[in-house]
C-alpha cells in the first residue's frame, strides 16, 4: 500500500464506461469488507455503491452538482456519527477504501462538500451524516488542457516537512535538510502524501521518543455548514501512517494523552505510542 500512495492522485475525468458488472460486484464485496474495519476510536462506517443510472434514487441528486467531475459512471459514499471520533474514525475507512480502489486500477477523488448532505440521508444509518462522497470509474488520459491547469494549480503539491513535523515541541520542526535521517521520515512522508481539503494540509505532528503526537491546524473562515470536514483529514492521514507503521510491522496503540503538549493554535487530536 505505501506504494499507491506514493503513486495516488485525485481523479475528476473518467472514460465515458459503465462499470463492469463483474467491478461493480467486486467493488460491493470490497466495500462490505471495509465495513468491518474499525478506525482508531472504535466506529465503524456504513458504505454504499451509488449507481447513477437509478434516476429516482437519492444518487440521482448527485449528477450535475459537480461539474468538475467528468463521466464518473458511479459514486460511493458512507455514512458515520457527526461527532469527532465518527468523523476521524470516517476519513480513516473512507481513505482505506480509496486507496484499495485505486490499487484495483479505479480512479477516486475526495468529495466533502458542494452537495446537500440531507439529500444522502434517507440510505444512511438512523443518524448518521453523509461526510463525503467519491466517484469510482476508470481513470480517463488527461488532456492537455487538464495537464496544463493541473501542473498550474500545483493541486497535489505539498508543504515542506519542516512546516508539518516537530521534535519535542511546537518549536522545534524537523529541519528540511534533516528529514530523511528521522527515525520516522517514512511514517511522517506517508502523512504528508495524504489528500486534504483544499490541500491544506492541515496535520501537525510533534515527535516525542517513541510517540506521535497528532493534531490539526485549522484553517481561519473553513466553510463547514453542518460538519467538520477538517477533521476527516485527520482520519486520512491516520490511515497513511498506519499503512507505514503495518507494513514494517511496527506495534503501537493509539489513545489519547492528558499531558500531550497544548497548544491554542492546534486541536489535539490523538498519540500514537510505538513499541521500541
Ligand atoms: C476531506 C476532503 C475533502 C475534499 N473535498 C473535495 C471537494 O469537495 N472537491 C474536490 O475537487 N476535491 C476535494 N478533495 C480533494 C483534495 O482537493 C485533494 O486531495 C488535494 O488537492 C490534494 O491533491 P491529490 O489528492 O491529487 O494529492 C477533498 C479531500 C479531502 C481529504
Request: glycine share 6%; no cysteine.
Amino acid at each position: 500500500m505505501k506504494q499507491v500512495i506514493l503513486k495516488r492522485r485525485s481523479i475528476r475525468s473518467f472514460k465515458k464506461k459503465e462499470l463492469t458488472l463483474e467491478d461493480q460486484a467486486s467493488i460491493k464485496k470490497l466495500l462490505k469488507q471495509f465495513e468491518q474495519l474499525k478506525g482508531p476510536f472504535g466506529n465503524t462506517v456504513r458504505l454504499y455503491l451509488l449507481n447513477l443510472n437509478e434516476e429516482k434514487g437519492p444518487e440521482s441528486k448527485l449528477v450535475g452538482l459537480y461539474g468538475y467531475i467528468k463521466n464518473a459512471p458511479a459514486f460511493i459514499a458512507g455514512s458515520t456519527k457527526n461527532t469527532f471520533e465518527g468523523l476521524v474514525d470516517y476519513g480513516y475507512v473512507f481513505q482505506a477504501v480509496l486507496l484499495e480502489l485505486t490499487k484495483r486500477g479505479f480512479g477516486t477523488v475526495w468529495l466533502g462538500g458542494d452537495f446537500t448532505r440531507s439529500d444522502l440521508k434517507s440510505f444512511a444509518r438512523k443518524g448518521d451524516v453523509v461526510p463525503s462522497v467519491s466517484p469510482v470509474g476508470y481513470p480517463a488520459k488527461l488532456s492537455w488542457r487538464e495537464k496544463f491547469l493541473r501542473s498550474r494549480q500545483e493541486a497535489h503539491t505539498r508543504e515542506p516537512f519542516s512546516s508539518k513535523f516537530f521534535n519535542g515541541n511546537f518549536d522545534t520542526p524537523i529541519r528540511d535538510d534533516q528529514a530523511q535521517k528521522h527515525p520516522f521520515y517514512d511514517y511522517l512522508e506517508l502523512v504528508r502524501l495524504a489528500p486534504s481539503a483544499l490541500n491544506k494540509q492541515p496535520w501537525r505532528v510533534i515527535v516525542d521518543g517513541q510517540k506521535l503526537h497528532l493534531y490539526l491546524r485549522r484553517t481561519p473562515d473553513f466553510k463547514h455548514k453542518d460538519l467538520d470536514v477538517e477533521m476527516l483529514n485527520m482520519g486520512v492521514a491516520m490511515q497513511h501512517l498506519e499503512v507505514g507503521l503495518n507494513e514494517d510491522k511496527r506495534r503501537f496503540k493509539v489513545s489519547r494523552f492528558d499531558d500531550a503538549p497544548k497548544n491554542k493554535a492546534y486541536d489535539y487530536i490523538a498519540t500514537y505510542e510505538l513499541d521500541a
